[in-house]
């Protein structure tokens, strides 16, 4: 308690200008006390009005009073003082250069507490106590510390400006709205701000809710991300196993071969070395004999010689050498060129089946589908090469023009028998799988054609292996009078502009597959909306209309 009222005594005898103890402290007529040099400055600044006022209770006085020096109350702040009253509570906050300042504060300015819109002043805590105080200031309208209080003043009157111009978009004062905004759309700034308020709430609302949109589809995005990252982890994974295995393989099938040749190395020189040791025995038998007959030569005696001379019928049977096969480093080049022809094969089937891996990683998106494209050159964009697959083909077609052409053919044709081969109609898939975004043109000519896509595990042979009539194919039948769009069995006539080339635009992740009629202009004829599960493959099917009717897919570039 004790401690309460020394805080007491010394706000009390504090000057509620500069916030310190009184300095020669004087009294206005109004009951309230300053230090001279503080109110005589706060008067100074308001000589030029003609009006002086009570920086605490507002009571103006005319003329300006003149102070004189409160001794009692001097004589009081100098005993306070010896009692060891400190000059200023040591917890104010004082103004830095970014601070509103308080505008009653003389000399070092405490921050600002509020502003006042009628006073157009800004006060700190201590010089505000009159707005909570006073019902003179009952009405007046506090907001926080603000430096653009002269913004409502208006340059032309000197006036608070209160009003608004619609007609302008300005704010006026009431003077201005009875002279240059004579006959204007004017109303209260208070109006105006209620109307304009509602019209922020409303923005506010759609602002909140976009954001609320968008933190879902970052959330979305980052799922995305997660989804992506994981999927990439296990490509790769499951790719360096797969190619693990193939290194796997290929280095057990070159040990087999290894361990084939060394064996029948082996086996052949241990034949060839049979045969030499026979040879050298034979030679070493021979030679003995020679000199056997080398020495009966010499005997002088007839008698003995013909005692001792054999028959050379009785020598042993010589070894038939017209049976050995001299073939200098020709013994295992078959087995070279037998794995050459293996390397071969691999490599032709890496280099086309690398290009589908290599566009199946390119166009992973999973962001939005790209809208599809609006013009011809837009859509050669995305054109593909598409060459046949001659193990499709049926054995009536005839491939030409680096196997980018099928023909009908009256004859069957020599192809080798092969399970991806279509028996029952003529028709044949490309070599090429088709993912991501595809462009391709087909020329036709002849009676009719079928111009299609399916997945690789489409049937071959019997009725349900043409396009259209199953679930494994989307195909547009064309011929010179009208199209017809097939998928499952069910049949949906189009109509458009009769036309020899037809376009197919595939985006497979987005699930668009769409038909266009191609001459000088393109013009859309059919578009499926659907889930693709597997890789598609482009295809055309040639009817029975005529020998020589064509299928050309062909070079967009």
Not at 119 to 139: A, D, G, I, R
Not at 196 to 218: F, H, T, Y
Not at 376 to 393: E, H, M
Not at 402 to 426: I, P
Request: charge should be negative; glycine fraction near 4%; proline fraction near 3%.
């Amino acid at each position: 308690m004790e401690q309460k009222g020394v805080q007491l005594d010394r706000e009390s005898f504090s000057c509620s200008i500069c916030l310190d103890l009184l300095k020669d402290p004087v009294t206005t007529p109004c009951g309230h006390s300053y230090c001279m040099n503080c109110i005589k400055s706060f008067w100074d600044g308001e000589d030029e009005k003609n009006l002086h006022s009570c920086p605490q209770c507002r009571q103006t006085f005319t003329p300006r009073p003149v102070l004189l020096k409160n001794t009692m109350l001097a004589d009081l702040v100098e005993q306070l003082k010896k009692t060891g009253l400190q000059a200023a509570p040591a917890d104010l906050c004082y103004a830095g250069p970014e601070d509103v300042s308080c505008d009653v504060c003389t000399g070092r300015k405490l921050k600002a507490f509020k502003s006042c819109l009628v006073c157009l002043v800004s006060y700190c805590e201590k010089h505000l106590q009159p707005h909570y105080e006073s019902p003179t200031f009952k009405k007046h309208k506090l907001v926080e510390p603000s430096n653009k209080l002269q913004e409502n003043i208006c340059s032309r009157h000197d006036e608070v400006m209160k009003m608004f111009c619609r007609t302008d978009q300005q704010c006026i004062c009431y003077l201005c709205s009875v002279d240059e905004h004579k006959g204007h759309d004017t109303v209260s700034a208070a109006a105006e701000r209620t109307e304009r308020q509602r019209e922020l709430e409303g923005s506010r609302l759609n602002i909140q809710q976009r954001i609320q949109d968008r933190e879902k589809d970052v959330k979305l995005l980052q799922q995305e991300v997660e989804a992506v990252n994981r999927s990439a982890d296990e490509a790769v994974k499951d790719s360096e196993k797969i190619f693990t295995e193939l290194i796997r393989l290929m280095e057990e099938r070159s040990s087999d071969v290894k361990q084939q040749v060394r064996s029948q190395q082996r086996t052949e020189v241990s034949r060839v070395k049979e045969l030499q040791e026979k040879m050298e025995q034979e030679i070493t038998e021979l030679k003995r004999n020679d000199a056997e007959l080398q020495k009966l030569s010499h005997t002088e005696d007839h008698n003995q010689f013909l005692h001792n001379y054999t028959s050379p019928s009785a020598l042993s049977e010589s070894t038939d050498s017209s049976s050995i096969n001299i073939r200098p480093l020709l013994y295992f080049e078959e087995v070279t060129a037998a794995v050459s022809e293996v390397r071969d094969k691999l490599q032709d089937v890496l280099r086309e089946k690398w290009t589908n891996v290599s566009l199946t990683v390119t166009e992973v998106d999973v962001l939005l589908s790209q809208p599809e494209p609006k013009t011809r050159a837009g859509f050669l964009k995305y054109s593909r090469d598409i060459t046949l697959d001659p193990n499709t083909v049926n054995t009536r077609l005839l491939l030409s023009e680096g196997n980018r052409k099928a023909t009908l053919m009256s004859q069957q044709q020599s192809y080798s028998s092969h399970t991806d081969r279509f028996t029952g109609w003529y028709q044949v898939l490309s070599r090429e799988s088709l993912t991501g975004r595809c462009y391709w043109e087909v020329e036709w000519r002849g009676g009719g054609v079928s111009v299609a896509v399916a997945y690789k595990n489409i049937s071959r042979t019997g009725n349900e292996c043409l396009f259209g009539h199953n679930d494994k194919s989307w195909s547009l039948y064309c011929n010179n009078n009208s199209y017809i769009f097939r998928y499952n069995n069910v049949q949906t006539p189009v109509s458009g502009p009769r036309s020899s080339r037809v376009g197919v635009y595939l985006d497979h992740s987005a699930g668009v597959l769409s038909f266009y009629s191609v001459s000088e202009t393109m013009t859309l004829l059919h578009r499926v909306q659907t889930t693709f599960t597997q890789p598609l493959y482009a295809g055309v099917c040639l009817y029975y209309y005529s020998v020589g009717d064509t299928a050309e897919f062909c070079r967009v570039k």
